[in-house]
């Protein structure tokens, strides 16, 4: 036993200077990382988070659902696609709310969030090769990060929204649930603009359900 604790003692002295070392770049890290993570709260900015929405206008109403919320790092490929992500989520505007990616990778990143969702659909693909009765519409998905002073938080957000809907927006401003769904439609109408101009930026996929 006394020999372990010399041996043990004798590797302290050898290594102490790493040890503390690791010791204080692991404490620093916590003191950054908490005080990140406060000031991301008291700005009400979480761009680690990408929320997948479904906008529908029905009834002249502006409705909002959510179908999904996860962390970008598990949602895209790797861990440098997800900080691409994060990195143009921070510099939309609110003229431009699309999240401004390299055309030739565009279509990963939109492919990653159809790849999340589909298990959602899944049901309604196996009764579609089945010959049951299934309903389908094509709809698309578009990658922003909504900037407005009257929003409640800042997300990575995947809109969907039915390619007939946006491409035939109500020319008057639908009902909204919320006074700060009026950014959300500023939105929609910015994307129906985007869908013709840079069709790259989105994703046309076909739902059954």
Known sequence: MTDFLQLLLDGLKDHWVNIITAAWFILVGWFFGKRKVSKDWEKREFFDRLNVSLNIIRDGKLKLRTLEETRCELLFPNSKAAQTVIDAAKKT???????????????????????????????????????????????????????????????????????SL????????????????????????????????????????????
């Open 93 to 163: 505007t609110l003229e431009n709310p699309i999240l401004d990616l390299p055309k030739k990778d565009y279509w990963y990143y939109l492919n990653a969030v159809l790849n999340e969702i589909s298990e959602q659909f899944a049901t309604g693909a196996l009764r579609e090769d089945l010959g049951l009765p299934v309903t389908c519409e094509q709809f698309v998905i578009c990658l922003t990060s909504e900037v407005d002073d009257n929003l409640r938080m800042r997300k990575v957000r995947a809109m969907i929204i039915r390619k």
């Open 166 to 209: 946006l491409e035939n927006l109500p020319k008057e401003r639908p009902k909204l649930s919320r006074e700060e769904h009026d950014t959300r439609w500023g939105t929609l109408l910015k994307l129906a603009k985007a869908y013709q101009a840079t069709p790259y930026q989105f994703l046309v996929v076909e739902l059954c359900q």
